[in-house]
């Protein structure tokens, strides 16, 4: 069973392809919030976050000599404190 499927059964039983078009929906909006906003809060579920890197100097470890990595950018996902507790709660997880 896919998640579609799944969701539509919590959904009293929705047309999986109306699911699908609602995730496919809200991916196009976090990704256009992303680029114009940089932050994106999922009330309850948690929030995306671009985060820029500054090039830097690192150590070769089996070599005795050091490069650059170059800057990047990367996306960050941050669980909302209650999605989190409410995990560990149902895993037993202290």
């Known amino acids: 069973m896919n998640i579609f499927n799944r969701v539509a059964a919590q959904c009293s039983y929705q047309d999986p392809r109306m699911i699908e078009g609602f995730y496919n929906g809200l991916k ?6 992303l680029v114009s ?3 994106v809060i999922l009330p309850d579920i ?4 671009i985060v820029r890197h ?3 100097r690192t150590k070769l470890l ?3 000599g ?3 990595l170059p800057a ?6 941050l669980v909302n404190r209650n999605l989190k ?3 560990r709660g149902r895993l037993n997880i202290d």
């Open 28 to 33: 196009r909006v976090i990704m256009q919030e």
């Open 37 to 39: 906003e940089g932050k």
């Open 46 to 49: 948690g929030s995306f976050r």
């Open 54 to 56: 500054k090039a830097r």
């Open 62 to 64: 089996h070599q005795m």
């Open 66 to 68: 050091t490069t650059i």
């Open 72 to 77: 990047k950018i990367t996306i960050k996902f």
């Open 85 to 87: 507790d409410y995990v």
